[in-house]
């Protein structure tokens, strides 16, 4: 080994430990642990995503480098995360990211929402009673790197490119949660297109932009939201870009993301789907169409929709177990 090499390498080993003398006390504080093994895993630790976001915040604070939460699935312990940190720039992130190990096949590939991650299904796939492995399709420009796509078409392209190097050909199992289920119904009708089989395709509580409902159901969501006072006509109609909930904070690269997801929304029309859709609707429908088979009955072949606790959101982060139920008996049913 040559001095330069010995001496780079030195350098390295030196940055990696100063990042762990960094991490360490922010895990254990975040982990609520009073030690806690360089190579633990975070989520053998009690870690999830709402813990993932706010060790990433302090990470942020502590070293002014912004990375996503859902990094925690490329470094999941401090030695990993350390090294992470060592490299100049902010690596790119792939389509898609192991949420759960399995052995059987097909794989499982689901979408997440509008602008979110594949954090956000940590809870619904930890309870998941499948052998499958299971991947999160992760959106383009979440790591800052690369800019974000702004149709549903490009994401289904670009997701399917991704998908095809893992599993070249069908039965493929897809499920999306809210703008996420029409990412997968567009990929499901490229699939069928090419001749191939889709399994299942499962859509959570997902519907198209109000622009594109039929003037009976605008009229109904717009009446119902504004005896709720939950939204202002304009957001209804479009006429305004997302805006995080209150007292969320993005970063703007996570911002330009769900900016660029809410115009994707706007502008995709679905089609007719030759197949059969698995519907799950949450009880409390908030600010979305009451009634599920009027949105989709003429969109395809055959709709079946189930019913989960919670709203919107409560459905995944509240209500996960009844979901991930649910879930699972589409995939034994679909492979079975």
């Not at 915040?57 to 925690?72: D, N, Q, S, Y």
């Not at 930890?126 to 999160?136: E, K, L, S, V």
């Not at 991704?162 to 069908?170: D, F, L, N, S, V």
């Not at 809410?262 to 979305?288: D, N």
Request: charged share 20%; aromatic share 8%.
């Amino acid at each position: 080994m040559t001095p330069k090499l010995q001496e780079d390498r030195g350098a390295k080993s030196e940055a990696i430990f100063s990042g762990i003398e960094l991490l360490t006390p922010i895990w254990r504080h975040v982990l609520q642990l009073s030690s806690i093994n360089i190579n633990d895993n975070f989520f053998d630790l009690g870690g999830d995503s709402s813990l993932a976001l706010q060790l990433f915040t302090e990470i942020a604070k502590a070293c002014g480098r912004e990375m996503p939460p859902v990094t925690i699935y490329q470094a999941p312990t401090i030695a990993a995360l350390a090294a992470l940190l060592e490299q100049p720039t902010t690596p790119r992130f792939p389509a898609l990211v192991l949420l759960k190990p399995g052995a059987a096949n097909p794989p499982v590939f689901i979408a997440h929402g509008l602008g979110g991650s594949v954090m956000d299904f940590f809870q619904p796939v930890r309870h998941i009673q499948a052998d499958h492995a299971i991947y999160g399709l992760q959106t383009r420009g979440i790591d800052g790197v690369d800019e974000p796509l702004e149709s549903i078409e490009d994401m289904a392209r670009f997701y399917l490119d991704a998908i095809r190097k893992a599993q070249p050909h069908g039965p493929y199992l897809l499920i999306g949660y809210s703008l996420g289920g029409l990412v997968v119904l567009e990929m499901a009708q490229r699939l069928t297109a090419a001749g191939e089989k889709v399994a299942l395709l499962a859509m959570i509580d997902a519907y198209p932009h109000m622009s594109h409902l039929s003037l009976g159901q605008r009229t109904l969501l717009i009446a119902r939201q504004a005896r709720r006072g939950l939204r202002s006509l304009t957001d209804l109609t479009g006429g305004g870009s997302y805006q995080p909930p209150a007292g969320v904070s993005f970063t703007p690269a996570m911002q330009r993301v769900r900016n660029s997801a809410y115009l994707a929304l706007t502008r995709y029309r679905p089609h007719y789907y030759p197949g059969k859709i698995e519907f799950v609707r949450a009880k409390i429908s908030s600010g979305f169409p009451n009634n599920a088979i009027a949105v989709w009955a003429n969109l395809a072949k055959e709709v079946n929709v189930e019913t989960v606790p919670g709203d919107h959101l409560g459905m995944i982060a509240t209500h996960f177990k009844k979901l991930a139920s649910v879930l699972s008996r589409y995939l034994e049913e679909a492979t079975h």
